[in-house]
Structure formats: C-alpha cells, structure tokens
C-alpha cells in the first residue's frame, strides 16, 4: 500500500512529479570569496521539552529555549541549518540534559565544524517548605547551559537567576521605622572544574540576600520573613560581594560574574551590581 | 540572655511549636467602609510545572504561567493570598489539567468567594513529520485555559497561539517573480459546548494559512513548503475569515475570537486582522 | 539586450515615470464570497514620534507605538494597507495628539469605512521634586489612547500606568520591626464626558499608595519617603478601591478600570487586583 | 514667604520635626571589610528623553532607556546612587548627545571613580522615500551608545539594530516559483577613530539584504521590492559577510561585531550568524 505524505498529495494534484532530490542544487556548499569566516551560525529561539536530574536525584520536566551553532570556515557559503535539528532530535522528543557532550560532537561531526556551542535556558523548580509553618510550596529560577566544544575541550558555563529581598541598609539607619525593601533578581555565572549543582549556586544567593523566596508564606512565615529581612538589609554592592565571597571560597571556580538588580520600591529605575572573577 | 537570630529561631520553632496562630491580627478580615467590591483580586506570574493529556492519550509535561482570582464583595479589605497558593499545591507539585474544575472549586470554598478565575498559559508540543522526507520535529505552540467558576456555573474558554507562513496575494500578483512572505501568528479563543482539543484548533489556523510551520526541513521539504506557500496566497483578512469558516460549521462553537497578525517582511510593522462572533 | 538590474531599474523609474498604477491588479479590491465581515483590520507596531501638549501647556516630545484599524465589510477581500500609513504621515514626520479626530476621520473616509479605531502608547514624563530637598527629577509613566469613530461617533479611552510603592499592613500589623514593600503598577482607564488630564490620573494614583516614587532621593527625601510608605500601608485590594473612590467622585467619569500589580518583595509572583466600573 | 514641600508638610502634620540632614548617617561611605572590588555599579532602567542630532544636522527629540555605572574600590561598602542622577538632570529634563563625555567626567568626579559607563538604548527615525512612488514614509531604528571614561580614556561603542527582508537562496534555487522570505534584524556594534553617524551603519545594513524595509509602499513600490528581493536572495550568513566587508574598507572601524537573525517563514525558530572583527 502507498502512504504519501501531504505535500507529495498536493504535488500530484498540481499535475506533476517532484523533482527528484538528487537534483536540489546545495546552494550553503558552494564556495564563497568574501575570504570571512563566520564565528557563530546557527539556530536560536527553539522551545523544547528537556529532563535534568536535580541534587535530589529526581527528574526534573522542564522547557527550554535553545540555541546551537557552530563556525564555518571562509571557504563556505552557508552552514546546513537543518542538521542542527537533526541533532536536537536525535534521541526523541525530550532532550536530556546529560546527552549535552554528545550533542556537541554530533553537532561538530555533522556539520563538519570546528567549535559548536549549545545554549539552553529553562524554568528550575525546587520544592521548599516556608521558614514557620513548614508548609511545602515549589518556587521558580531560570537556569541557563553555555556548552561550547572547541575540538575535544570542551567549555561549560553554568548560570543561574535568582529572586531575592532586599532592603535597603541607608533607609534602615535613616528612618525612625520602616525601611524600603524589593524583589531584587541576582544572576550567576559559573566556570568550575568539578560540576556545580544548580541548587548549590541558588544556595549562595538566597543566603547573600536580606531573605530567601517563598512561593506559600502563612501569616507567622510572612512575620519571620519581614523580620528576618529587617534584620539583614543589604546594598546591591553587598549582594555581590557576599556571593563573591562563597564562590571565592570554592577552588574549582575559576571564573564567575554575579550581577544583582533591585527593582527598587522607591524609583521607577533599578539599581544594579556587577563583581567577576578572572 | 540568650539572643537568638531570627534565622535560627525560624529552625527552632520548625522543630517545636509554631506561634499560634491566634496572636496574629488578621488584617484582611477586617471591615472595609468604601462599599466597594472588587471583581478580580489574586495572584500572577506563578510558574508551575503541569501536566496535560494531549489527544493521542500521551500525557505532556510542560511549564504553566498561572493567574489565580476570586472576587471580594465589599465588606472585607482584603483576600488571603496563600490560600490561592495552598490550592495550587494542594495535589504535589505538577498541576494536572483534569483537576481545573476542583481546582476552582476549592478557591470559592477556601477564599468564601462566588467567583474563582484560573488561568493558565503554557508550551504545548507536537511531533510533526517533515512534508516530503517525513522526518519527524517538534513544533511548539502556545496555549492558554481561562476557566472561571460563578457559583456552580462554569465557563471555559481555550485559546491557541500558532505559527504559520502566509504570502501576500497582491504582491503575488503584481510581480514578475516571488512574493513577499512572513512568519504570522493567529490566535484562536474558543468557547464550546463540548470540549475541543487543542490539536484540533491547531489544525484549522495551519490549514487556513499559505503553509503550516515545521521545524526540521530537508531540502525536498524546503522545496515543497516554498511551493505550497507561493500556490496558497493569503492576507491576514483571509487567514480569520478562514479559521472563522471552519469554526462556524461546528455547532457547539458557541463563541470565538480570531487574530492574526503578520511580522511584514517588506514592514517594520506588523498587519493585523480580527473577526469575533458572538 | 540590456539587462538592468532591478534596483537600477527601480532607481530608473523613479528619475522618469513610474508604471502606470491602473496596470497593477488590485487584489484587496475584489469580491469575498465568504460572507463574513471583518471587525478590525489594520496595521500595529508602528514607532512614531509624536508631541503631545501637558497640563503645563509645554510640548512634550515623545515616541509612540501605534496601532490603526477599520472594519471591513464582507464584501471585500481586504483592506488597503498603505493607506493608513499615508493618514499617519499626512501631517510631517510628527504626529500632533490634538489631530486624532482628524485623523480617524481620515481613516474613515480614506479606508471607506464605518469604524475607525487608534491606539497609541508612549512613555509620558514629569518633573517632579523630591519631598524634602526639593530637587527636580523626571518621572516617567505609560500613558495610551484608544480612539474610535463609528460613524460620527467619537469613543476615547485614556491610560496610564504608574509606578509606586506599596508597604503590606499584614506584614506591618504581625512583624516587630520591618515591613515588607515593594513597586507596584498601577493601570487606570477611563472614560470621561469631559477631557481628563494625564496628570490627574497621576496623582489620583499617588495619593492612593503607599507612597509615590520618584527618580532623584538625597538621603533626607529616602528617610521621608520611607516613612510615609510605613505610616501609610495599602493592599493592592485598597489600593484600586482608593482610585475608584476618586474616580467616582468625578461626575464626568462614566467607565473606569483600576487594575494594581505588585511585584511583591516576599514572593516569585505578583499579587493582583481589578475593580470596573459600568 | 514659606514654601514648604509636601513631605516636610505630611512631616509637620504629623507633629514632629524632621531630623537634621547632618544627622542622617552615611551607610555607603562605611568601610567594607571583603576586600572586593566592585566591577560596575550604578542604576538602570531609567528613561528619559533625549535630542540627538542626525546626519542631516536637524535635531531628533526621541526617549532613551539609560543605564550609568562606576567601578567601586574595595575599600567603601556602596556608591551614592542619587548622585547618578544629579549627574543626569545637571543640563535639565532633555539629555542632549553631545553632553556624554561631559557627563561621564561629571559621574567620575562626583563618585570619586576610576571608570564611569553610560549606556543609551534608543529609537532613531529616518524619513525614507518608497522606491518607486517616492512617497515619504518615517522608518525606525533602534540605535545604542556604551560610552566608558577610564581616567581621561574614553571608550566607545555605536550600535545599531536594523531590520530587513532576507530571501533565502536555497529556497529559490530549488523551488520552481517563489522562495521563503521573513523580516530579519541585523544588530551591528562598532568602534571607529573616527566617529561614525549611525545612518552609515544602517546604510551598509540596508545594502547587504536582499531589500531595505520600508513604511509605506504603494502597489508599484510593493512590485519593486518583491522583485528586488527575489533578484538578491542572501542567507543570514551572506548578510553578515556583506556588512563585514563595508565594514573592513573603513580604515578607522577598529572593532566590530555583525549579527543577523532571520525570522524564519517557514520555521517557528530563527536563523543566526555572528561575525566579529579584533
């Protein structure tokens, strides 16, 4: 029995055959004379499903943006986007976060390319009870791979967003009662010789910050969370520097950056921090 | 005497006995005099993991952004917030879409409200072949439940965010050679007496527009799609008025909303259509 | 034979004459056999600079982005594009506020339509001294049209979308020290038999807040402004309910809605309240 | 005669006098003990409106989001954030381009920094005539400044994000009519010995594509770029070789990073390629 696909059906009724594919000319193969290579060229802005395996042990179902590419030498003229595809979709419709390596060299091998780099950036969830009440609540960070093969190195930068209070230390001294705090979002970026967990680097910020993020906050864990803020205002300036601190504190970091925005409850402007290491 | 940081007595108490929960005042049971009620009042911007059966009986994890209301009648001055959160949690931590309606239901009953508004938008997924080569990718939509409980009274309605090709008619028509074509979105908002799947609306938007989008594209595919879309011409007027056709032959269709908008290749703007019935 | 490329051509044709319009087939204009009529169809995410006049009576120069839409009768195809940008460019390369009716008139009459709607959204600003030290900064918010002509009716809908602080009476009332507060939006929209300012709407909302921000705070104005936000604590529910107090006071306001987010600082998500009036 | 402010007022009303700003302590010129020098603090997020004059010597009102930063030694626990914005209103409630050397010297001595950054994100119009018909029609940009003062050395950096149709050349060489095309931006950074005005940059952008955008076009202009389109198909790799070649006859561009994405119309992803000089 014949099964045809939609577009040969529609073919057939416009009255003629396909071409046949031996002779669909590959215009990204010709060579080019511009004599520039391209240091990145690839796909962005794909959403698909991924599994991570958290500290817990457990699998984790999230959604990722992804982006993949690879260089292309000046000889070329284009790179071949639809094997970046293939590769995403070699193992089925959930990439795993463990399969990252393999991805790269697949991506290297099929696109005969020197250097590929994946980027994934996907919601992280971790279940955590509220400080009084116990009561369990899952809260929400935005994670982020940089995976980037050059040859057989391969380069891995772990990034992490987290929201956080803040409040303000000037304020706190000034005012007779009262200080202004905020949500306040610090962003990690990590090169480590050992592997880091997402939770770990999520650890150093919510104890950098005046308090943790709660998802489900009863009335005596909301008293313990103002309280607790009151007692432990921080400066944007201090956020980093506290992070800095625990990371320095790690010899398998060997770079990081940490970026803290306050979304002040004062201003309609944020303030903003930056400390890096290397 | 012994001080104690705030932190630590936060550990403390989880291991004894919380405060009681009397000594607290609870602020948003007291009365309110501006004899105001208010329509809407909640939480946004949770993000949730959840699950969702797709129409081949396979269940789908995917990442919701969720909104949660009641409304207050004019006598308090405030809702509870944690009880929308205890809600959403009350069944683990992955939201099961089957659970909507107990969902709304026990908002009404926990925040004593008449009304109770959920609503959640999320990345649905698709396997779809290539048209030619038959090589299997996975499209991403977007998708969006409003679900609101008035009394026993429920009202639902699906909506469905969807990519298409479309190729310009008049430009088609007035060139020697080519047409200019876009990426456009269409969004479709159903209410129907019998439920509809989430597929099924995707299918009318990707038979309305000059192509339908994949992601994996082989080069006998690329030549098909480009075929496909040069011999379908459509505005984004066509585009509503023909998702508009397909949803009127559906009897139980008893509302809808539809809209395209079309990122103009020749524009820095977009063109916009929108036809609603009902 | 000289083959000319087409930019030469095109550059040709413009030193002499263009090709005769009358040759150019006119897709729009055919005949629609589906019987369906279109609500609104038009062009959106157009960026334009645009002057509008203030309560001060000075001009303010600003950038919108604008969206312009008609109805299309079922008897069309469709509409014709180019024609609202050639309403939109009629007056220069800026857009006076003050000829909005003009130029939906224009629309109406260009487009031959019935209905004729423009929206348009800009950042607006305001010099505003710090509280105590007096020192002038500029604030900015969002403001927005929505202008329709339906035959010689005229529909005008104004909003604006303020910045502010809001300080939490639960977490006020329950903690010893401290109290958790954070920015929070905002939005109001109205109809108004009588022309309402920008600015009135501005300060309908500070006053409702906790307390208003600001862009420039020496150390004197912080100290005042955090301690008015802790003398003055507002949930979102108060917060809306203070605007729509205001707002019914005005006999000329005929609908409204009050929508107030707050980007809580103890939490991922926002809480949320909406109250509508008519 | 007294003029008092309004929170001197709300303070009297409140029955006591404020506190002596000589009295109010000074958290930020506190010592800090972590001995970690801050890369860059500061605020952001600020919009303001700003005159910048264009090519054509007439002066363009439009609004910019404003980011200003300084290093912070190790020794001090946080910077002076009001005084950013003192800095910022020094010349009153317009921002002129001309200012910004001034401005990063006033940020430097006023914070007592090393090294001071002001970064500007904003729209720039350009009239533009329609190929054929001539027709003026207002395009927009998005340009951006990233100006660093380290000591008496001044950085700079002009961007420029372009938006444009791209036509793919596979998809015309294998497809008997038509081929794909979508709207791309092409993002381009420089820095040049010789300052260079930010419509050279959108020109090499607009020459490199397979046709300019455009705001309005009537039929006879539509015909011309459909067709030039077709005659100039390139892929995001050409586009970015094409601006890189422009580039390199410039003598003075001492820097440079060229972007382009495609916004696929047969895809629901984009296609990317990047390519940087130094």
Redesign the interface.
């Given at each position: 029995m014949l099964k045809i696909?939609?577009?040969?059906a529609?073919?057939r009724v416009?009255g003629t055959r396909?071409?046949k594919?031996s002779r669909?000319?590959?215009?990204?193969s010709e060579p080019?004379y511009?004599e520039?290579?391209?240091?990145?060229?690839?796909?962005?802005?794909?959403?698909?499903?991924i599994q991570i395996r958290d500290k817990a042990h457990t699998l984790?179902?999230?959604?990722a943006t992804i982006?993949m590419?690879v260089d292309?030498p000046k000889e070329f003229?284009?790179?071949h986007?639809?094997r970046f595809?293939?590769v995403l979709?070699a193992h089925g419709?959930v990439v795993h976060v463990e399969n990252i390596p393999d991805i790269l060299a697949a991506m290297q091998r099929k696109l005969k390319a020197a250097k590929a780099h994946l980027e994934m950036e996907f919601?992280f969830?971790r279940?955590k009870?509220a400080?009084?009440?116990?009561?369990?609540?899952?809260?929400?960070y935005q994670a982020r791979f940089d995976a980037t093969a050059c040859g057989s190195d391969l380069d891995f930068v772990l990034s992490v967003k987290v929201?956080v209070?803040?409040?303000?230390?000037?304020?706190?001294?000034?005012?007779?009662?009262?200080?202004?705090?905020?949500?306040g979002t610090v962003t990690v970026q990590v090169r480590s010789r050992k592997a880091i967990w997402i939770e770990d680097l999520i650890g150093m910020v919510e104890r950098s910050a005046s308090?943790e993020?709660?998802?489900?906050?009863?009335?005596?864990d909301?008293?313990?969370?103002?309280?607790?803020?009151?007692?432990h205002p921080v400066?944007?300036?201090?956020l980093?520097?506290?992070v800095?601190?625990e990371l320095n504190r790690r010899a398998d970091v060997t770079w990081y950056r940490v970026e803290a925005?306050n979304?002040?409850?004062?201003?309609?402007?944020?303030?903003?921090?930056?400390?890096?290491k290397g």
């Open positions: 696909s939609d577009a040969m529609a073919e416009r396909p071409r594919r669909l000319c590959d215009k990204q080019d511009r520039l290579r391209i240091d990145k060229v690839g796909v962005r802005g794909l959403r698909f499903p984790q179902n999230t959604v982006g590419y292309l003229k284009g790179t986007m639809s595809l293939e979709h419709r919601p969830f279940v009870p400080p009084v009440s116990g009561k369990a609540g899952v809260m929400d929201g209070t803040t409040l303000c230390p000037c304020s706190k001294a000034i005012s007779r009662r009262g200080a202004h705090n905020q949500r308090s993020l709660y998802s489900l906050l009863k009335r005596q909301e008293k313990a969370v103002t309280e607790r803020a009151y007692a400066f944007v300036e201090d980093v520097r506290n800095a601190v925005e979304h002040e409850s004062i201003h309609n402007h944020n303030a903003y921090a930056c400390i890096e």
